[in-house]
């Protein structure tokens, strides 16, 4: 997992009052009902973010993410993935969610996605909506790039790992070279898991696209960084907070 059940995402710059959001439920194209927890800017900028969990997926840190999206303006949706093996009940620490992770397929999760981009886009007033993934989430982001059918401003991924999430599926660097969309990519250089060669190849598969992107490594920053107990890295997790939402104010002025 990328981060204890009781972490907090880092406090994003600008941010004085942080709405409370709340969980709804979504129901996707194939009929799975899915958790999310939506959180609404009180002046909204125009900009609609779908959050991607990483592989515990929908948990406390990923609503406190969503509101403090909103506290800057942007419309948030984070989503869950295990409404097809798991339900959408309430889960605590002790969730076992392993064996759900392994029953996800690249169409299920896709689905889920278009999902929260269809709830994003119900609110009205987003114009321009930005997947925004970590770790395993930040795998699905990057590989929302292709996907034109989601109207997306451009993709977002904290640390998203580069090897098949099914056996013989896609993997970001397979599909770099079709994507559709701006990619800003945010990586640990000190992450173990993400050999730098292989964000090399995701950055030459990028180049082929001709789509506009940005791959930021940190040196030094391990693997979930954007931590606010990790104090140690606490700029780190400003510039990424910083590079994000420049990345959305760019493109979302460009719909």
């Known amino acids: ?9 880092p406090t994003p710059p600008g941010a004085e009052s942080i709405p409370t ?29 779908v959050i991607l969990p990483d592989i515990r997926g929908l948990f406390p840190f990923y609503q406190r993410l ?13 989503i869950d993935y295990f409404g097809r093996t798991a339900g959408t009940s309430d ?7 392993r064996p759900h992770v392994e029953q996800t397929t690249f169409e299920g999760v896709g689905a889920d996605v278009a999902a929260g981009v269809a709830e994003v886009r119900s609110i009205g007033r987003a114009s321009a909506i930005f997947t925004v993934g970590f770790c395993f989430g930040g795998s699905y982001s990057f590989m929302q790039a292709p996907r034109e059918s989601l109207g997306l401003a451009g ?39 993400i050999p730098p060669d292989k964000i090399e190849e995701f950055r030459a598969g990028l180049e082929q696209s001709g789509v506009d992107y940005v791959i930021h490594v940190y040196p030094g920053a391990p693997h979930s960084f954007f931590d606010r107990s ?25 719909r």
């Open 230 to 254: 990790y104090a140690d890295y606490s700029t780190e997790c400003a510039d990424a907070w910083r590079r994000m939402l420049d990345f959305i104010t760019k493109h979302a002025g460009q």
């Open 155 to 193: 993709v977002i991924g904290f640390y998203g790992g580069m090897r098949p999430r099914n056996e013989g599926g896609p993997t970001p660097i397979t599909l770099a070279p079709s994507a559709k969309v701006p990619v800003l990519g945010l990586f640990g250089g000190a992450d173990q898991s």
């Open 1 to 9: 997992m990328c981060f204890a059940f009781d972490a907090e995402p």
């Open 66 to 78: 969503a509101e403090y999206f909103a506290a800057v303006g942007i419309d948030a949706v984070a």
């Open 21 to 49: 959001g709340g969980r709804i439920t979504l129901v996707a194209e194939d009929g799975n009902e899915l958790l999310a927890y939506r959180a609404v800017a009180a002046t909204p900028s125009g900009a609609g973010v």
């Open 91 to 97: 889960r605590g620490e002790d969730f076992e969610f």
